[in-house]
């Protein structure tokens, strides 16, 4: 199957700074990205759906101007946490999808970012 | 939101077959179903997903009821491996991506 990758793996940062976090579709053109949180022993949530060229959709309850997306390539997208707080504190998970697999498995995850804000 | 709703937790003996339910009453004709698992700390992996018809891989069986308000993952031999938190998602239907929105999940503990 197709690889995604993301940097960095974990990062520990101070309050009221910016983290960036890059994910990578390795071996194929990714369209669509989607980035996701999700909290201990909770399940996955989808923050936002990134489109190479456009402006990324977020979902509801999820602030734009505090999670900012960029899809400025069709195998990179990043989200960069900004003024961080450590109620930011989470797992971050991107995913890809693979137009030239649609008859299989459309989403490919990356392993995941552990963001911890002091 | 999330369409389908998996019993939190389930345990299994190591080498026999792992059932995971998982009711998706709301699901739409042109709607698919998909599995993935996540162990601890990773990335979910994909596992298997299918449309109307019953569907089998090298990782798992996919069985979809007639209605399919429902359907059941079957791990043929389960390992210790295969302890992780499974997924079952329908995969929404938009012009912005075909999003995928997780459930609480089930998580399935396999016991040596």
């Known amino acids: 199957g197709a690889v995604v990758s993301q940097h960095p793996s974990r990062v520990i940062c101070k309050s009221g700074t910016s983290v960036k976090i890059e994910c990578r579709s390795l071996d194929f053109q990714a369209t669509t990205m989607f980035w996701y949180r999700q909290f201990p022993k909770k399940s996955l949530m989808l923050m936002a759906t990134?489109?190479?060229?456009?402006?990324?959709?977020?979902e509801q309850g999820v602030e734009k101007d505090k999670f900012l997306i960029n899809h400025a390539s069709l195998t990179l997208s990043t989200l960069t946490v900004t003024s961080a707080h450590p109620e930011d504190s989470s797992f971050y998970i991107c995913s890809a999808r693979d137009p030239g697999q649609l008859a299989y498995n459309e989403q490919f995850f990356g392993p995941g970012t552990r963001l911890t804000v002091l | 939101d999330a369409k389908t709703t998996q019993p939190p937790s389930m345990d299994c003996a190591e080498g026999r077959a792992a059932n995971l339910p998982c009711n998706h009453s709301?699901?739409?004709?042109?709607?698919?179903v998909y599995w993935y698992r996540q162990i601890h700390s990773q990335g979910p992996q994909y596992i298997i997903h299918?449309?109307?018809n019953n569907e089998t891989n090298e990782m798992a069986s996919l069985i979809i009821t007639e209605d399919r308000k429902s359907s059941t993952l079957i791990l043929p031999h389960a390992t210790l491996r295969d302890t992780a938190v499974y997924y079952c998602?329908?995969?929404?239907?938009?012009?912005?991506?075909?999003?995928?929105?997780f459930g609480t999940g089930t998580s399935l503990t396999v016991i040596p």
């Open positions: 998602i329908v995969r929404s239907q938009s012009n912005t991506g075909n999003q995928f929105y």
């Open positions: 990134s489109n190479e060229g456009s402006k990324a959709t977020y």
């Open positions: 709301t699901i739409s004709g042109n709607e698919y």
């Open positions: 299918g449309l109307k």
